[in-house]
């Protein structure tokens, strides 16, 4: 076959494979282009999920009619000008492709009036330009755009569209994370006959706090912190939610670029590096973020959808991400009145169902202490002056829970679970310090192992020094431990070494000094699970109370490293109606 140039519609149905998925997409771009138009207010309606019809209505400056068919042509924009526009980009919109190539896979007609105008025109194709230009017609400041029968001329595309509804949840989930960009834009959609939603423009704290409750979940803002951390020329504002309301599918992730909804790795990373102390591996944190910087420091020309982005300096905006939502987190201190609450019910099972009804947090300042020498060896009790949010501890039970008193009612706690967090951040400390302890074995502990592990204990000793671990090698399968953090003194170290074997040789693949550090905390996560007090073991009251004292000063006490909660909290009023007291 000879090669020759493909005509107009041939491009832009191509094209419009890269940027009409389906009716989620359409929308995406032409709500995107009303809100670049200057609107205040967009109304959506679809019909059959999308697949039959979708109107979009703004009120923006609208289209001159001399543009009105220009609109509608291939690299056609009024968004930049120049490469410096186009390094520079500002708008959501800015390639020119997302109306011909819409108009060349549907019925498509185009309104606009601008205000200067005294009646609208409108223009009309079925998967082409019409040969004749717009005509006059009644329509309001603004534009409207109508697409019907989308994917009519190319049947083999709408064969992979899914039922109408779950084309329609796609619909809906891409307007509402649009809205959650523009506070100050009132949005409208139904379905059918159906009102979906109806958004006012929110011009104030309380006007968004509705919006993101009304878009997400009711109960997120009841569990989440609001951050809002500005340095390097980078801005990161927003809700993140505490680890105990966490998800069991990314379903309320939400993180803006500019202004820009975007999907991108690097940031995706940053998240979930912030999160890793505190959720299950199975977990996915929500969050509302909206990251700010100088426009010519990202590149947004990356992707035809626009969802992709490129960062000039991506280690330094992936460690300011990080860093201000890790700190935020473990700014976190037990606040009992809002914390974990558990609903009981007259009738109800004698497990407890634990219900998260939001998780309150307080600022406390850090205190310094030095690493516990043996498991249980706790500070002196604090002054009764001393703030003590968790109460006194009453009871032990079944060897695996503290039962504590304080002024909301009884405190349940796990005990190996809130004293594994309490070592696991002391050894962070100290390994952030440089100064990590190391206590020689009286009898060094041999170790057969695979002789690929066993050279990685032979590459690694440096690394796993640093931890606080002397390990060498003692033959072709065989490692010797001769030192550990004194912690693990008395613990069974032959079950330790495949794991930190493997956690040194993550350390050695990483580059970044973020990713080493990852590796190296995993392995002092491993470590003080170890370490942690076990199920069965009778502690004294002091001992008791110096867990929860500890607990109140530690970060992220909320969760062990597991992700699981290490407390919950029995308010009065819910014991007197399990007992049926008042009734």
Not at 317 to 345: K, W
Not at 521 to 535: G, I, S
Request: contains cysteine; hydrophobic residues 40%.
């Amino acid at each position: 076959m000879p090669i020759r140039v493909l005509p107009d519609t041939l491009i832009n149905q191509i094209a419009a494979g890269e940027v009409v998925e389906r009716p989620a997409a359409v929308v995406k771009e032409l709500v995107e282009n009303s809100i670049d138009a200057g609107a205040t207010r967009i109304e959506v309606a679809v019909e059959q999920g999308g697949l039959g019809a979708i109107v979009v209505r703004d009120d923006g400056h609208g289209i001159p009619p001399a543009e009105i068919a220009l609109a509608l042509t291939r690299h056609a924009t009024s968004k930049i000008g120049s490469l410096d526009d186009l390094e520079r980009v500002g708008t959501l919109g800015f390639r020119g492709e997302a109306l011909p190539s819409i108009l060349s896979v549907s019925r498509l007609s185009l309104s606009s009036r601008t205000r200067g105008e005294a009646h609208g025109w409108r223009v009309a194709g079925d998967g082409a330009l019409p040969a004749t230009g717009p005509e006059p017609a009644a329509h309001l400041p603004g534009t409207t755009i109508e697409v019907r029968d989308l994917f009519f001329n190319t049947p083999a595309r709408r064969k992979f569209l899914r039922s109408e509804s779950t084309e329609f949840r796609h619909l809906d989930t891409a307007i509402r994370r649009i809205a959650l960009a523009r506070f100050d834009v009132a949005f409208r959609l139904t379905h059918g006959t159906r009102g979906v939603f109806d958004l006012p423009a929110a011009s104030d704290g309380r006007g968004r706090d509705a919006r993101v409750a009304r878009v997400t979940d009711p109960a997120f803002l009841d569990n989440a912190l609001r951050i809002d951390e500005e340095r390097l020329g980078l801005r990161l504002h927003g809700w993140i939610a505490l680890p105990s309301f966490s998800r069991a599918q990314a379903d309320l992730q939400y993180l803006y670029v500019n202004g820009r909804a975007v999907r991108d790795k690097l940031l995706s990373h940053a998240l979930r590096r912030a999160y890793a102390d505190a959720l299950h591996g199975s977990r996915y944190p929500a969050y509302v973020l909206y990251l700010e910087m100088d426009p010519a420091r990202i590149d947004v020309n990356v992707h035809p959808a626009k969802t992709e982005v490129r960062f000039r300096d991506s280690a330094m905006v992936h460690d300011f991400l990080f860093g201000a939502i890790h700190q935020a987190l473990r700014r976190v201190r037990p606040e009992p009145a809002t914390h974990h609450q558990v609903n009981l019910e007259p009738g109800a099972t004698a497990v407890a169902e634990s219900r998260q009804s939001g998780f309150g947090y307080a600022a406390a300042p850090r205190v310094g202490s030095q690493l516990l020498a043996a498991p249980m060896a706790w500070r002196p009790e604090p002054t009764p002056a001393t703030p003590q949010p968790l109460g006194r501890a009453l009871a032990q039970l079944n060897g695996i829970f503290i039962l504590a008193q304080n002024e909301l009612g009884l405190v349940l706690v796990d005990m190996h679970a809130a004293h594994e967090r309490v070592l696991y951040e002391r050894m962070k400390q100290q390994l952030a310090a440089g100064d990590m302890p190391s206590q020689q074995l009286l009898v060094p502990v041999s170790v057969t192992v695979r002789e690929d592990e066993a050279d990685q204990a032979e590459n690694a000793q440096s690394r796993l020094r640093a931890l606080g671990i002397e390990i060498e090698r003692a033959g072709l399968t065989t490692v010797r431990v001769r030192a550990v953090p004194p912690l693990l003194a008395g613990g069974d170290v032959a079950t330790l070494v495949s794991g930190l074997l493997g956690a040194a040789a993550e350390q050695d693949s990483r580059q970044h000094f973020s990713e080493v550090r990852e590796a190296q905390e995993r392995v002092l996560a491993d470590m003080a699970c170890r370490a942690a007090v076990r199920a069965g073991r009778q502690l004294t009251l002091a001992e008791m109370d110096g867990l929860l004292r500890d607990m109140e000063h530690t970060d992220l006490a909320g969760q062990c490293n597991h992700g699981r909660p290490t407390w919950v909290q029995f308010r009065h009023d819910e014991l007197d109606r399990l007992f049926l007291r008042g009734r």
